[in-house]
């Protein structure tokens, strides 16, 4: 795991740079690196429920989605997505989340998606706030 991100922070650099978003006076925004691994198989699923609804509902919910990848190398490469959200704000984070699992669309789409089981068997996430030498703010 620590390899992975490793490997992904100079990538989420790069990304983070070419965002043209940039919080207004007194706003903090914050970026949110999540991490899901899935139990054997369950990639394509995941990566068709966020296709076809999750992406769909964070926007809804006020997240600013950045991007999305799956890792080219190891096991990784079967089982992992990562993706990078933005918000204004550590507060509104917190908002948008509890707004999107309550969202009927989104539990009916969840349920859906988990007849066989469930797409995760772990989520990992860590906001993460610029530097003071950052190009991004």
């Known amino acids: 795991m620590r390899y992975l991100l490793a490997c992904l922070l100079p990538l989420l650099l790069l990304v ?30 995941l990566l068709t429920r ?16 950045i991007g999305f990848w799956t890792p080219t190398d190891g096991e990784a490469a079967n ?3 990562i993706y990078i959200l933005s918000h204004k704000d550590r507060a509104a984070a917190t908002e ?4 999107f699992r309550a969202d009927p669309v989104w539990i ?16 990992v996430s860590l906001f993460l706030k610029p530097t003071d030498f950052s190009k991004l703010k």
């Open 50 to 65: 966020f296709r076809d609804h999750t992406c769909k509902l964070f926007e809804k919910h006020g997240m600013t989605l």
């Open 16 to 45: 983070l740079t070419m965002v043209p978003t940039t919080a207004a006076d007194g706003d903090e925004r914050c970026w949110e690196m999540r991490t899901y691994v899935k139990p054997p198989g369950k990639l394509p699923a």
């Open 96 to 99: 948008s989340w509890k707004n």
């Open 108 to 123: 009916e789409a969840k349920k859906a998606s988990e007849v066989d089981g469930s797409l995760t068997t772990s989520v």
């Open 79 to 81: 089982n992992t997505l």
